[in-house]
């Protein structure tokens, strides 16, 4: 048998990888837990109606991504390609649709069969922040910020740009589609097959469209900015004023666009050039239908997903690895007393590991190998005196102290 590797579009998080990914998840949900948001873990797994309901019929996803399958019991079930119907269904199931607004964090993985590339996996991995019950555009405006905040305590935010639009209300995307819809069908035989599939059943979506024959098309399709009710308008000058006095910057961008029917008004993307076809690192919403979608009533919703891969990428430096204290008991009479303090170094909140075997030398290299910032060293001297040989690998100075002393004077060394 040839050696195993991971199933293509997938990869290990180790060393490094592993350290960035957690670094992204753990600032994550220090913004989000500043902001009021709570975590919510659900089932990497659904019924397939949740997303085939939730995303449509049209889209990519369903058509062509989803990894679903028929479980022993006869159902269909589908690894989740997103995070935001899960949420809603989790909302609905567990009757908190009284109990409103929910803000609610979330990061784990997705899954989506599509073509592997630079940024982008077939389990691929985010982290998502849904604000659920608020129809204000103060509440859009505020879960941008939030993901502004995030990518500002990554460090990134300079490398990205702020796109924005706006969707409008029912009303202004009723009379916007059927322009669309005009527009397209006179230039339906230049259109790629999947945009000619799309032109009746949900003609947003050709605005979308990476074949070069469409975004040709697309440049001169109307806008929504032209069919804007009254109360559209409203909101959307309502968020942008809302961006300047949270003091987010934006650039207004016509060609954000969500094609379900269940979005509305806000639509927005952090992009960066580092990327290249991949530039999108954190994107969403308002969805104010897709609680009703989940057998809920009509909830106001805004919420965004960040790709933690590719948030992963722009990160400058990677987090430094943990470094530990080493225990290295010298010859067998030491180790009851150097196990010992182990755990009580443990117990102190220091990271600390002791050499299983090997005599002084081989266990003072594995202490430098494994980055260690002191070694204490224990021999039957030190145990009939109660005392340690404390070592400082960095600076190489060395020191006695009492053994119930050593976990107070670490403390402060490895952390001051």
Known sequence: MSSLQPVRGTHDLIGETQRRHAHVVETARRIAGLYGFDEWATPIFEDTRVFARSLGDTSDVVSKEMYSFEDRGGESLTLRPEGTAGVCRALVTNGLTQSLPQKIFYAGPMFRYERPQKGRYRQFHQIGAELIGAAEPLADAEAIAMGR???????????????????????????????????????????????????ERNPLRILDSKAPQDRALVADAPMIGAFLTDDARSFWDGLRTALDLLGVPFRENPGIVRGLDYYGHTAFEFVTERLGAQGTVLAGGRYDGLVAEMGGPRTPAIGWAGGIERLSMLLEATPPAPRPVAVVPLGDAATGVSVTLLQALRASGIRAEIAYRGNAKRRLERANRIGATHAILIGEDEVARAVAQVKSLDEGSQGEIALDAVAEYLAGAVRG
Do not use: C
């Not at 935010?157 to 924005?164: M, P, Q, R």
């Not at 409008?168 to 397209?184: H, P, Q």
């Open 149 to 199: 905040d995030i990518l500002q305590a990554l460090g990134i935010a300079d490398e990205t740009v702020l796109d924005l639009n706006t969707l409008g209300d029912t009303e202004s995307r009723v009379a916007w589609r059927a322009a669309l819809v005009a527009y397209f069908t006179e230039v339906k035989d230049q259109l790629s097959e999947d945009s000619r599939n799309r032109l």
